[in-house]
């Protein structure tokens, strides 16, 4: 069953700024996950974020594209099967988690 997907206008501006090559593997990993966004505890895709460096990420859950060096952090609605991608940035710093946490605040997420 495919979960329904929205993005944060702040995240789809983050998927617009990348290379198009960059955009098709998140696009790609994206449906993949589609598929099964639960937490991998789960038995699904989705690896849960916690408390990170200080930021209460709880209930936000992250793709990780190792290869292309990109985070994808996103909330499950599980009420209505919808997924909804709150960030997408370089996993070379905390930066992500950072954006994250405010953008989950600020969309009350």
Do not use: C
Not at 33 to 56: I, M
Request: charged letters at 30%.
């Amino acid at each position: 069953m495919n979960w329904a997907l929205k993005f944060l206008p702040e995240a789809q501006k983050d998927l617009e700024k990348l290379a198009r090559n960059q955009q098709i593997l998140v696009a790609k990993a994206i449906e993949k996950v589609r598929q099964n966004p639960v937490s991998v505890n789960e038995g699904g895709y989705g690896k849960p974020l916690g408390n990170k460096g200080g930021r209460n990420l709880t209930g936000l859950l992250k793709i990780k594209l190792r290869d292309a060096g990109l985070r994808v952090v996103y909330k499950l609605i599980q009420t209505d099967t919808e997924m909804i991608i709150v960030v997408i940035g370089a996993r070379a710093d905390e930066e992500v988690y950072d954006t994250a946490a405010k953008r989950a605040k600020k969309h009350e997420l």
